[in-house]
């Protein structure tokens, strides 16, 4: 005989509203959730009780309250429930379709100089790429991976460092023309091109060179993915992580300034791809091994 429990007996619509009451607050919400009429839910419920024998609810003015261990029974439903859908959600998926979701800064200035690389090698992955700042859902929405700059502390999520963020001040030649720039205290003479995400780094160095900079009037502020732009067509000194100057270094388009300096600003934040056990498939894992080989590669 077999001690499995009986799964036959499982009211999984009668569940599936218990959980999604629990997680919205209210039967009216849930209801909205699931795409049902609120009646619909109240019905489940009831019918829940009756086969729980146990009452789950107990009624506040119009409001049902959960009782304190069937919260704690929706809770662990609900985990299940999330578990379940993400593993239909990665059958039911195309093993060949890769979504990933990146910074903007990180899409135009390192990965889409090399994306035709990956294309050539991986001609069956069709390789989607949402660039936003915004942070998504791994767990939740519709993307395998994310490319995320910060601590790589975060809870539930797999993290590979990519990059060292490490800032450099730099500057296209005309504008550094008519300036005599020898110390970072010159800096000032300078209109001044700034990265609106970046600012504590960036105060930072400023501060640990002594360049009174809170009260320098000619200061631009830009999303991070149109610094490195303002910067090459000559409006002013920015502020950039080292390896989106690199190749306009070794070109002459930018000057670094300060280069012999030994200082670094404090930040343990860098570049990490992120993705959940559940996702990581073939496209997935052909993705994170060609970003380790073009971390010492240069754009094609």
């Given at each position: 005989?077999?001690?499995?429990?009986?799964?036959?007996?499982?009211?999984?619509?009668?569940?599936?509203?218990?959980?999604?009451?629990?997680?919205?607050?209210?039967?009216?919400?849930?209801?909205?959730?699931?795409?049902?009429?609120?009646?619909?839910?109240?019905?489940?419920?009831?019918?829940?009780e009756?086969?729980?024998?146990?009452?789950?609810?107990?009624?506040?003015?119009?409001?049902l309250?959960?009782?304190?261990?069937?919260?704690?029974?929706?809770?662990?439903?609900?985990?299940?429930?999330r578990a379940?859908?993400?593993?239909?959600?990665s059958?039911?998926?195309?093993?060949?379709?890769?979504?990933?979701t990146?910074?903007?800064?990180?899409?135009?200035?390192?990965?889409?100089?090399?994306?035709?690389?990956?294309?050539?090698?991986?001609?069956?992955i069709?390789?989607?790429?949402?660039?936003?700042?915004?942070?998504?859902?791994?767990?939740?929405?519709?993307?395998?991976?994310?490319?995320?700059?910060?601590d790589?502390?975060?809870?539930?999520?797999?993290?590979?460092?990519?990059?060292?963020?490490?800032?450099?001040?730099?500057?296209?030649?005309?504008?550094?023309?008519?300036?005599?720039?020898?110390t970072?205290?010159?800096?000032?003479?300078?209109?001044?091109?700034?990265?609106?995400?970046?600012?504590?780094?960036?105060?930072?160095?400023f501060?640990?060179?002594?360049?009174?900079?809170?009260?320098?009037?000619?200061?631009?502020?830009?999303?991070?993915?149109?610094?490195?732009?303002?910067?090459?067509?000559?409006?002013?000194?920015?502020?950039?992580?080292?390896?989106?100057?690199?190749?306009?270094?070794?070109?002459?388009?930018?000057?670094?300034?300060?280069?012999?300096?030994?200082?670094?600003?404090?930040?343990?934040?860098?570049?990490?791809?992120?993705?959940?056990?559940?996702?990581?498939?073939?496209?997935?894992?052909?993705?994170?091994?060609?970003?380790?080989?073009?971390?010492d590669?240069?754009?094609?």
């Amino acid at each position: 005989m077999s001690n499995r429990p009986d799964i036959a007996w499982l009211p999984l619509n009668a569940l599936r509203a218990f959980a999604a009451v629990h997680e919205t607050g209210s039967v009216g919400a849930a209801a909205d959730a699931l795409n049902v009429t609120h009646g619909a839910i109240s019905q489940h419920l009831r019918g829940l009780e009756d086969r729980l024998q146990r009452k789950l609810f107990t009624r506040s003015g119009n409001r049902l309250v959960m009782a304190p261990d069937a919260a704690e029974l929706a809770a662990g439903l609900l985990g299940h429930l999330r578990a379940m859908a993400a593993d239909i959600d990665s059958f039911r998926r195309d093993e060949n379709i890769l979504n990933i979701t990146v910074t903007p800064h990180f899409a135009q200035h390192w990965l889409l100089p090399r994306i035709g690389d990956f294309a050539k090698r991986h001609p069956q992955i069709d390789l989607r790429i949402n660039a936003d700042a915004k942070l998504h859902d791994l767990a939740q929405g519709d993307f395998d991976a994310a490319v995320r700059h910060g601590d790589g502390a975060w809870p539930g999520l797999n993290c590979e460092r990519l990059l060292e963020s490490r800032h450099i001040a730099v500057a296209a030649p005309s504008a550094l023309a008519s300036v005599l720039v020898e110390t970072p205290g010159d800096l000032v003479k300078l209109p001044w091109i700034l990265d609106e995400d970046r600012d504590t780094e960036m105060a930072h160095w400023f501060a640990a060179h002594g360049v009174a900079h809170k009260t320098h009037t000619r200061i631009t502020r830009l999303p991070s993915a149109l610094t490195l732009t303002a910067a090459l067509d000559g409006h002013g000194v920015a502020w950039l992580p080292r390896v989106y100057a690199a190749p306009y270094l070794a070109t002459g388009r930018l000057v670094q300034l300060f280069a012999g300096d030994s200082r670094r600003e404090e930040t343990g934040s860098h570049y990490y791809l992120c993705w959940i056990d559940t996702r990581n498939g073939p496209a997935l894992r052909a993705f994170r091994h060609w970003l380790r080989r073009q971390l010492d590669a240069p754009p094609s």
